[in-house]
């Protein structure tokens, strides 16, 4: 059988996926020599990449692919206060936030809010909540520097030290907002009951479950906990609105603290 040539091969794969592209490579000598020409991971490259990464301190790249390779492990952009990366297989890209890159009521106060370098945090520092009432935490970006036409996912990276008090006792309120849309408001704790809270719960409720939130703290693979803060599409390419993604909880006047904020995720959702 005669094989296509190998430009027309290429240029048949940039209409395909990356995933498609790197499974490719085993079919023949043709697919994978196309499979690996910068026509093809020009066309999977997030747009605008050349400025995503002008500020970049890197090596150069001998091809695009390589280029493709980089921007999958999670890199630092922004002076070091946001995390870029892509996904391998999809292209679908990724943002981390860092809480220095987040509005949080009074955390320039010592009294309220501590700031400090954590071995585990992949920002050069974190933010531990001592004490307040009053818990607003806020984030912004737009969509066109996300993937078009996906949904995404936005969520608050967290810890809960062993001295944390005042978390579990009332609810906070999560939302997204796109634009002048409207937000839908979820709420959910900042910590998950202890063994100990949950037989008094059961001895006290019984089978009336008297937490109503929708959101429980999830562990993520890295060590660190997320709350779900909402979702969201981002529309066609092109397009470019604001996303605000909040979480507070201000109704209940109640002292809490021990919370560690790493950041806000945004992710596409699987």
């Given at each position: 059988m005669k094989m296509l040539p190998e430009a027309c091969v290429a240029n048949i794969l940039s209409f395909t996926t990356p995933a498609d592209t790197f499974s490719s490579a085993s079919v023949s000598s043709v697919f994978r020599l196309a499979g690996e020409s910068d026509f093809v991971w020009e066309k999977f490259l997030p747009s605008g990449y050349s400025r995503l990464i002008s500020t970049w301190?890197?090596?150069?790249?001998?091809?695009?692919?390589?280029?493709?390779?980089?921007?999958?492990?999670?890199?630092?952009?922004?002076?070091?206060?946001?995390?870029?990366?892509?996904?391998?297989?999809?292209?679908?890209?990724?943002?981390?936030?860092s809480a220095r890159d987040l509005s949080i009521t009074w955390s320039d106060q010592r009294h309220y809010w501590s700031w400090s370098h954590r071995s585990d945090s992949r920002f050069s520092e974190a933010v531990q909540l001592i004490m307040t009432d009053w818990l607003e935490v806020t984030g912004k970006i737009q969509t066109g520097a996300l993937s078009p036409n996906t949904s995404y996912g936005a969520y608050l990276i967290m810890k809960v030290t062993d001295r944390a008090y005042g978390l579990d006792l009332v609810p906070a309120e999560t939302w997204v907002k796109v634009g002048n849309g409207g937000k839908k408001i979820d709420t959910s704790y900042l910590s998950?009951?202890?063994?100990?809270?949950?037989?008094?719960?059961?001895?006290?409720?019984?089978?009336?479950?008297?937490?109503?939130?929708?959101?429980?703290?999830?562990?993520?693979?890295?060590?660190?906990?997320?709350?779900?803060?909402?979702?969201?599409?981002?529309?066609?390419?092109?397009?470019?609105?604001?996303?605000?993604?909040?979480?507070?909880?201000v109704k209940g006047y109640q002292l809490k603290g021990g919370i560690v904020i790493d950041g806000i995720e945004v992710r596409p959702k699987p």
């Open positions: 301190t890197h090596g150069s790249f001998s091809s695009k692919k390589e280029l493709y390779r980089c921007l999958c492990e999670s890199i630092l952009i922004e002076n070091g206060r946001k995390i870029f990366k892509i996904d391998k297989l999809s292209g679908k890209i990724t943002y981390v936030l998950c009951l202890d063994d100990k809270k949950q037989l008094m719960k059961r001895l006290f409720y019984g089978h009336r479950d008297q937490r109503t939130a929708k959101n429980d703290p999830k562990v993520r693979d890295d060590g660190w906990m997320e709350i779900e803060l909402g979702e969201f599409e981002t529309g066609r390419e092109g397009g470019d609105k604001e996303v605000v993604m909040s979480l507070t909880e």
